[in-house]
């Protein structure tokens, strides 16, 4: 028979719990987690009973919190954090040239500089396994949280990120996003505001996607209305492809852009502009504080800076 703790405290039920205090939606969560709405509430309504107390209550349609649940929350983090902990310390005793490195990389990102530098790495440490996950921004954190990931590779900075407190970074680049347009009128200008980039509809990332939301939030700020969006993808090359075939506007990183020919696009009276005000943004690796200092993880950084010290970041992308 299970004791309290392990009714409380199995893994499926501290996920199931975290998993609805991130989303405050029975619905969303059961889909997130690929359960029956039903099985989350059966599985909620167990653990209340177990603690004997309600950990969450409603106001309207709107779920919060109770007393109690924030308690189960703020523990929950803490035996989260603390089998984080005694995994890495275990793995600080590991050797730098052997096991594995899991590096969740953002969906949006181009990962030609990261696949030469892992070519690179293992002519060195062939006993080193690098992985790499593409993943969401979403399921980046959780990866994160859940020590599945050692190394994310994102942009920031990232508003969503409401605690920031258990995770270190290092930057990798600044990177700007450009616009991509078909208005002659516009063919020369080297910087274009808002205002006049809705002309056309628009091409862009997932409504969900960092980039999509950076750039949702400039308009925002500068009062100038969204543009009417034609078509979402995931990635950069079908962006592209999109707007250069359907005559859509669309942003895409200078990162991306530097691996392309921009003089060719030109001459198909596609043209690549500056944004004014800019709309910049940091490429950097993000981990749990103190991940780099097990041996591989820190050889693997430093390594990375290495492979950049001979030929940059941006000139390794460009043509």
Same mark, same amino acid.
């Given at each position: 028979?299970?004791?309290?703790?392990?009714?409380?405290?199995?893994?499926?039920?501290?996920?199931?719990?975290?998993?609805?205090?991130?989303?405050?939606?029975?619905?969303?969560?059961?889909?997130?987690?690929?359960?029956?709405?039903?099985?989350?509430?059966?599985?909620? !309504? !167990?653990?209340?009973?177990?603690?004997?107390?309600?950990?969450?209550?409603?106001?309207?349609?709107?779920?919060?919190?109770?007393?109690?649940?924030?308690?189960?929350?703020?523990?929950?983090?803490?035996?989260?954090?603390?089998?984080?902990?005694?995994?890495?310390?275990?793995?600080?005793?590991?050797?730098?040239?052997?096991?594995?490195?899991?590096?969740?990389?953002?969906?949006?990102?181009?990962?030609?500089?990261?696949?030469?530098?892992?070519?690179?790495?293992? !002519?060195?440490?062939?006993?080193?396994?690098?992985?790499?996950?593409?993943?969401?921004?979403?399921?980046?954190?959780?990866?994160?949280?859940?020590?599945?990931?050692?190394?994310?590779?994102?942009?920031?900075?990232?508003?969503?990120?409401?605690?920031?407190?258990?995770?270190?970074?290092?930057?990798?680049?600044?990177?700007?996003?450009?616009?991509?347009?078909?208005? %002659?009128?516009?063919?020369?200008?080297?910087?274009?505001?808002?205002?006049?980039?809705?002309?056309?509809?628009?091409?862009?990332?997932?409504?969900?996607?960092?980039?999509?939301?950076?750039?949702?939030?400039?308009?925002?700020?500068?009062?100038?209305?969204?543009?009417?969006?034609?078509?979402?993808?995931?990635?950069?090359?079908?962006?592209?492809?999109?707007?250069?075939?359907?005559?859509?506007?669309?942003?895409? %990183?200078?990162?991306?852009?530097?691996?392309?020919?921009?003089?060719?696009?030109?001459?198909?009276?596609?043209?690549?502009?500056?944004?004014?005000?800019?709309?910049?943004?940091?490429?950097?690796?993000?981990?749990?504080?103190? !991940?780099?200092?097990?041996?591989?993880?820190?050889?693997?950084?430093?390594?990375?800076?290495?492979?950049?010290?001979?030929?940059?970041?941006?000139?390794?992308?460009?043509?």
């Amino acid at each position: 028979m299970k004791t309290t703790q392990e009714n409380i405290f199995s893994s499926k039920t501290l996920s199931y719990f975290l998993q609805l205090t991130d989303t405050m939606n029975y619905t969303q969560a059961a889909q997130i987690l690929g359960i029956t709405q039903p099985a989350l509430t059966q599985q909620i !309504k !167990k653990l209340e009973r177990t603690v004997g107390t309600p950990l969450f209550y409603s106001v309207g349609k709107k779920l919060r919190l109770t007393d109690a649940g924030y308690i189960m929350l703020k523990t929950t983090h803490q035996i989260y954090d603390l089998l984080n902990n005694a995994t890495d310390e275990i793995q600080q005793a590991t050797s730098s040239t052997t096991g594995q490195i899991n590096l969740g990389i953002l969906a949006s990102i181009e990962t030609k500089v990261f696949e030469d530098f892992a070519l690179e790495l293992y !002519k060195e440490n062939p006993d080193l396994e690098v992985n790499f996950h593409m993943l969401t921004r979403k399921e980046i954190w959780e990866s994160l949280e859940n020590n599945r990931i050692d190394l994310a590779i994102m942009y920031l900075p990232d508003e969503s990120i409401k605690n920031w407190k258990p995770y270190s970074s290092k930057k990798i680049i600044s990177d700007d996003l450009l616009f991509i347009h078909h208005n %002659p009128k516009f063919a020369d200008k080297k910087k274009i505001r808002l205002k006049y980039v809705g002309d056309r509809p628009w091409v862009m990332y997932p409504e969900d996607y960092y980039l999509n939301q950076t750039l949702r939030e400039t308009f925002k700020n500068q009062m100038v209305d969204f543009p009417q969006t034609a078509a979402r993808y995931t990635m950069p090359e079908q962006i592209l492809k999109f707007a250069i075939n359907t005559h859509t506007n669309t942003a895409l %990183p200078k990162s991306f852009l530097l691996n392309l020919d921009l003089n060719k696009m030109t001459d198909d009276d596609i043209w690549v502009t500056e944004f004014d005000p800019k709309i910049r943004f940091d490429l950097k690796f993000v981990y749990r504080k103190n !991940k780099n200092e097990i041996p591989r993880i820190g050889r693997f950084l430093s390594k990375f800076d290495d492979f950049l010290a001979k030929k940059d970041y941006l000139s390794r992308l460009a043509k």
